[in-house]
């Protein structure tokens, strides 16, 4: 009778709370358009500074963060290049574990600082399994600018130089981020809410 109480109450605070409907699933706000903005400008100014009288080559992992790279780069203030790579691990709500390259980088980054986009770093397999891929290249240098970064769930030892927001291990969809492919396309970022 309790638990069936709590869950009313919660299901009348998500119903209160900004939600939308990601295919079977339901998503809440949980960080809204102007703290993300904020935290990407905060990203941008560190990059400056860190980067200041060097060319670095921004290295954007499709899809998830193409938004966050667009939002970024318009803050760096530096001369920079951008190309974009794509690598799959994730198939509905969790990752898979295995790591498939769908399209390789198209540029030249020997000697070349390197500053890979991503849009969630929470296992770090994927990105341990690109670090190795641009070592190869022979690059400068390779720094990991993350949108959001799930500690709790780091399988591997990751030197994650940029970090806009660290989150709870919860299922997230916008800003770039999906669930099967839907959802990207919002200014706030919903994190699922599990009714079951």
């Known amino acids: 009778m309790i638990n069936r109480r709590i869950f009313i ?8 709370m900004e939600t939308i409907q990601v295919k079977d699933k339901r998503f809440a706000v949980s ?16 990059i400056n500074r860190d980067y200041e009288g060097k060319e670095p080559v921004f290295l954007a992992v499709l ?9 970024l780069l318009r803050e760096v203030t530096l001369p920079c290049e951008i190309s974009f790579v794509r690598l799959a691990s994730y198939q509905g709500v969790s990752t898979t574990g295995e790591i498939r390259e769908i ?9 070349r600082p390197v500053i890979i ?11 341990a399994h690109m670090l190795d891929t641009l070592k190869k290249h022979n690059p400068a240098s390779i720094d990991i600018c993350t949108l959001l970064l799930k500690p709790g ?11 806009a927001m660290r989150i709870p ?14 959802g990207r396309n919002t200014k706030d970022i919903y994190t699922l809410i599990n009714m079951e």
């Open 153 to 163: 769930k780091l399988q591997v030892n990751l030197d994650v130089r940029y970090c």
């Open 169 to 182: 291990n919860d299922f997230i969809v916008g800003y770039g981020l999906d669930y099967d492919g839907f």
């Open 9 to 16: 109450i919660f299901a009348k605070i998500y119903t209160l």
């Open 63 to 71: 899809n998830g963060s193409f938004i966050f790279a667009a939002d």
């Open 117 to 127: 986009v991503e849009d969630i770093v929470d296992t770090g397999l994927t990105m």
């Open 31 to 46: 960080i809204p358009e102007e703290k993300i903005k904020a935290e990407v400008k905060r990203v941008a100014e560190e």
């Open 103 to 111: 399209m390789g980088l198209n540029m030249d980054i020997t000697g």
